[in-house]
């Protein structure tokens, strides 16, 4: 977990996580800070052991942990997209391979895309933990969810 330490003490990922909670200060659901990244990296990581994947710890807490950075702007880009750039800096300033890193953005790039649930790997994984780490079953802001129902995780999974 070395690697996954020196993101979450990166300065930019630190930057970038102040801005998202500023941005959602006020929004009553869904919020992306760092509960919402370790649920994505352990729903991820159980899903890999239990399907005997083999996708390395690293990797997985690093794709989850970078998921949201472009919720922090710029505004109309997607944040999947607008990601990218600060997450490929602060994997290359946290010892990743190039090989890594660019696994780690091409699940980040496509964690929003519904093609990627059907995947097994990284981008797969990332999909599935993300959407899997919703609790709307019991949030008290459901009713006023601007997700679509088909979306929203309304049956407890455990």
Same mark, same amino acid.
């Given at each position: 977990? $070395?690697?996954?330490? +020196?993101?979450?003490?990166?300065?930019?990922?630190?930057?970038?996580?102040?801005?998202?909670? $500023?941005?959602?200060?006020? +929004? !009553?659901?869904?919020?992306?800070?760092?509960?919402?990244? &370790? @649920?994505?990296?352990?729903?991820?990581?159980?899903?890999?052991? #239990?399907?005997?994947?083999?996708?390395?710890?690293?990797?997985?807490?690093?794709? *989850?942990?970078?998921? @949201?950075?472009?919720?922090?702007?710029? @505004?109309?880009?997607?944040? #999947?997209?607008?990601?990218? &750039?600060?997450?490929?800096?602060?994997? @290359?300033?946290?010892?990743? &391979? *190039? *090989? $890594?890193?660019?696994?780690?953005? #091409?699940?980040?790039?496509?964690?929003?895309? !519904? #093609? &990627?649930? +059907?995947?097994?790997?990284? *981008?797969?994984?990332?999909?599935?933990?993300?959407?899997?780490?919703?609790?709307?079953?019991?949030?008290?802001?459901?009713?006023?969810?601007?997700?679509?129902?088909?979306?929203?995780?309304?049956?407890?999974?455990?």
């Amino acid at each position: 977990m $070395e690697r996954a330490d +020196r993101i979450c003490r990166h300065p930019l990922w630190r930057a970038r996580l102040a801005a998202i909670a $500023e941005r959602e200060r006020d +929004r !009553p659901f869904c919020r992306h800070g760092i509960a919402h990244l &370790t @649920d994505v990296a352990r729903l991820a990581w159980i899903e890999n052991l #239990e399907r005997g994947l083999g996708v390395p710890k690293a990797l997985i807490y690093a794709a *989850a942990l970078v998921h @949201d950075l472009g919720r922090a702007g710029p @505004d109309g880009v997607p944040h #999947e997209r607008a990601g990218l &750039t600060p997450a490929r800096e602060i994997l @290359d300033g946290c010892g990743f &391979t *190039a *090989a $890594e890193r660019d696994a780690v953005l #091409e699940a980040v790039s496509c964690h929003r895309n !519904p #093609e &990627t649930a +059907r995947r097994d790997g990284l *981008a797969g994984l990332l999909y599935r933990a993300d959407k899997a780490s919703r609790l709307c079953l019991f949030c008290p802001s459901e009713p006023g969810c601007n997700w679509a129902a088909e979306k929203k995780n309304l049956v407890f999974r455990g």
